[in-house]
Every structure is written in structure tokens, then in C-alpha cells.
């Protein structure tokens, strides 16, 4: 058998098959679009009860999350909760492609930001994580009509992303595949940021082939991709950190941050500016993790170290 290479092996979440079969997911479309949101709770509830006892990876990852942020043994209970939330975030998807918003509260910190970059139309690029929601972010920025561009990986979400595509046709427009050609989508981004539109990133996990750097993230070295941070320097656009905290059962809390005003990689110093600049995301990441643990949605070990 042939052995995986360290990149492969860091990058096992990109390959991990979809989470449910389509029956499944199209259940989920169906009490979301049929029943409301206090039935796709009590759905979200079940599917986490039944990866709770079927998923011992996720079940692995998420007690070890949990027992390094709070410094303690995880209970079971608290890894159920954990799944709950992640459930819940992944059924509201359905709500926010949908547009069908009420009974939703959301509340925004740092909004201001965003208001100027679409006033002025200037192009920015918006760093995330797979903390909490998006897709919240997301709609937010719809009902403001912010030109957001989401850009990411996602072949191991093709059947949820079919069913967003069924309720909302037009998000294909806005959305970007990383794809293979680094230089066609520099160059797709760059007209986008011409036109004053927002480019969305999540930087926290490191793909298959992706250079990344370790930073100190909860007491411990982290692998984190570099490309994100690469690319705003070669797009030398402004950066903003934005992340959207789930609050049961109905609150989303929406932060807008500004992270530099550009990336700037001098070439006798590239490597060294490049970390400290992933380690600064690190921070600020961990910042917003130590205020919702149970909106972490990295199910693997975040920390697993192999050498290069």
C-alpha cells in the first residue's frame, strides 16, 4: 500500500465524503421548505444524536477541541451539544438560500466597515473560518446587496451545495471554485476587486498540495494555508476578518474586523513576514473560538504534526 504524503495526510478533511446521503439532505430540504424552523431544529437535533454515536472520528475531534479550550475533560453531553450546533448552523443554510429569514435574529458588530467598502466601492478581501456560519454572513450581505464573492473548496460538499443551488440559482454567480490554475483565479479575483467587490476567504484549513506554515494556535503548533494570505498580497487590496457566531436557538452574531490595510511581502523578508502574518489570524481566530467552542467545525485533529 502506498503511503500518503504529509500534504495528503493534512488535507484528509478536503477528502472525507460527504456527511449524509442525499435522501438525507433532501429531507432536510424538505422540512426546511415545508415544516419551519422549529421542526428542522428537531431534525438538526436527531442527525446530531445519530453522528454522535455512528462518527467515533468526529466524535474523537470534537472531545479533544472541547478539552483543549476549556482546559477539562469533555462530557459527553458537551460533545452532543457541539454536534447540535453544527447541525443547526447546517440547516439554517437551507433558511438563508431560501432568504427565508424570519424568526432569525441577526445582529451586527463592525458593519460600518462593509457599509464604506460598498459605498465607496472598494474591493476588499474578507478572511473567515470554518467557526460558525457564513452563509449568514452571506445572506446579511445579500439584504445589503454587498457584492460578495465566496471562494473556496468544495468537492466534499457537492450535495448540500446542490440543494443551496435548487433553492437559490443565482448563488453559482457567486461563487468561486479554487480549481488548479492559481493564475486564472488571481485573475478572475482581480476583476472583481476592480469592481469593487468582496472577496471571501475561509483561512483556517490547508488543502491538498497548498503551502502552509505552523503558528501557535491554543498552546500548540497549527498547520494554516498560506495561499490566502499570499494572494491578498499579490490582489494588494485591503483586509477585513469576519466571522458569524451561532447563539441558540435563534441568534447569529455577525463581526467585521479590519486585519491590514495591505499585505506587503518584502522579498528579503517574505517568510518571515508571511508567518507573522498567519500567526496574527491565528490570534485573532482564537479570540473568536474562546467565545463559542461549540461553533468550531473543524471535525479532524486541527493539530496533527508531520514533517514536510
Not at 56 to 61: E, F, H, L, M, V
Not at 146 to 155: K, Q, S
Request: hydrophobic share 45%.
Amino acid at each position: 500500500m502506498s503511503r500518503s504524503s504529509p500534504s495528503e495526510e493534512r488535507a484528509g478533511w478536503l477528502r472525507q465524503r460527504e456527511r449524509g446521503a442525499i435522501w438525507a439532505i433532501e429531507l432536510a430540504s424538505f422540512v426546511a421548505t415545508t415544516c419551519g424552523r422549529p421542526s428542522a431544529r428537531a431534525l438538526a437535533r436527531a442527525i446530531a444524536a445519530y453522528y454522535l454515536l455512528s462518527d467515533g472520528r468526529a466524535r474523537r475531534a470534537s472531545r479533544a477541541w472541547l478539552e483543549r479550550v476549556r482546559g477539562r475533560p469533555a462530557r459527553l453531553a458537551e460533545v452532543l451539544a457541539h454536534f447540535s450546533v453544527f447541525a443547526q448552523v447546517t440547516m439554517d443554510r437551507l433558511f438563508f438560500a431560501r432568504r427565508a429569514l424570519a424568526g432569525i435574529e441577526i445582529h451586527r458588530t463592525g458593519n460600518h466597515h462593509l457599509e464604506a467598502l460598498a459605498r465607496e466601492k472598494r474591493g476588499a478581501i474578507l478572511l473567515g473560518a470554518h467557526l460558525g456560519s457564513f452563509e449568514a454572513m452571506r445572506a446579511a450581505s445579500d439584504v445589503e446587496q454587498f457584492p460578495v464573492t465566496i471562494v473556496g473548496h468544495f468537492e466534499n460538499a457537492r450535495m448540500i451545495n446542490a440543494v443551496l443551488e435548487r433553492l437559490d440559482p443565482g448563488q453559482s454567480s457567486r461563487v468561486v471554485h479554487v480549481g488548479r490554475d492559481p493564475i486564472a483565479l488571481a485573475l478572475t479575483l482581480r476583476d472583481r476587486l476592480a469592481q469593487g467587490g468582496m472577496i471571501a476567504l475561509l483561512a483556517d484549513r490547508v488543502g491538498l498540495n497548498d503551502k502552509s506554515i505552523a503558528v501557535q494556535f491554543f498552546g500548540a503548533p497549527a498547520r494554516f494555508a498560506t495561499g490566502p494570505f499570499l494572494l491578498a498580497a499579490i490582489l494588494k487590496c485591503p483586509i477585513y476578518l469576519v466571522f458569524g457566531i451561532y447563539r441558540a436557538p435563534d441568534r447569529y452574531e455577525l463581526f467585521c474586523e479590519p486585519f491590514a490595510d495591505q499585505i506587503v511581502l518584502p522579498r528579503s523578508r517574505r517568510d518571515e513576514v508571511l508567518q507573522d502574518e498567519v500567526a496574527r489570524y491565528a490570534r485573532r481566530l482564537e479570540v473568536y473560538a474562546r467565545q463559542a467552542p461549540d461553533n468550531w467545525f473543524n471535525f479532524f485533529d486541527f493539530w496533527e504534526q508531520r514533517s514536510s
